[in-house]
């Protein structure tokens, strides 16, 4: 089954994890024309191929697979309900999108596919033709047909490290009673010197590792 309704609105440039197509990709060899479609698609059907990934030049990761999307109806003359003939489609993915689909999805599984048409017109020593690829924004499994385990990503080192360096860090300052005619047991030379009360209004950092979204 083949819809061209519209998907949730969203930028397709707010992130890295899926687009826009790098530039500077070529379509491929024999390909001399394309034409992207600006309308989002969503497409429901089988995986034909298994995905096949692909290192671009400037270092992006490209996953592509085939996917065939078959309109099911009821036949009056048969009595029962039939599958009309698939139309077939590539998918593309990039990126971390791409790593995803490559680790979850397999030849056979039944999954829905939100993204742009691109249509391109190829011409080899076979002959020319038209072939229909599908940009991906998003992926996933059908669950009207099976089941899905979800495991979310974990935030890179990087990421963890950059967020760390934004929280506040203890003062270099001499804590009060250190100081000339103080007690120097009173309190640490290093550190925070006193411990925040239940009733402090700063929020304790419980879990500050683990991303509560």
């Known amino acids: 089954m083949c819809s061209t309704r519209p998907v949730r609105a969203h930028s397709r440039h707010g992130c ?3 687009g826009p197509r790098p530039r500077g990709e070529r379509v491929g060899a024999g390909d001399h024309t394309e034409e992207a479609m600006s309308n989002p698609i969503t497409i429901v059907g089988n995986v034909g191929t298994d995905p096949a ?6 270092g992006a990761r490209k996953v592509t697979f085939r996917i065939a999307a078959s309109e099911r109806y009821y036949d009056r003359k048969k009595n029962e ?3 009309a003939d698939p139309s077939w ?4 993915a990039f990126r971390t999108l791409g790593e995803h689909v490559e680790q979850s999805v397999r030849r056979g599984d039944n999954v829905i596919v939100s993204g742009r048409l691109r249509v391109r017109t190829w011409e080899n020593d076979k002959g020319r033709g038209t072939a229909v690829d599908v940009e991906a924004d ?3 499994h059908n669950l009207a047909w099976g089941t899905s385990s979800y495991s979310k990503t974990q935030r890179t080192e990087s990421a963890s490290q950059s967020a760390a360096d934004r929280q506040p860090q203890p003062s270099e300052q001499t804590p009060p009673g250190t100081g000339d005619g103080g007690d120097a ?4 030379r290093s550190g925070w010197t006193v411990p925040l009360s239940a009733s402090s209004d700063t929020p304790s950092l419980v879990g500050s590792d683990d991303t509560p979204f």
Do not use: K
């Open 138 to 140: 998003a992926i996933g």
């Open 89 to 92: 489609f590539t998918v593309e």
């Open 185 to 188: 047991e009173a309190a640490p």
């Open 81 to 83: 309900w039939v599958d």
């Open 16 to 18: 890295d994890r899926s």
């Open 53 to 58: 990934s692909t290192i671009l030049p400037g």
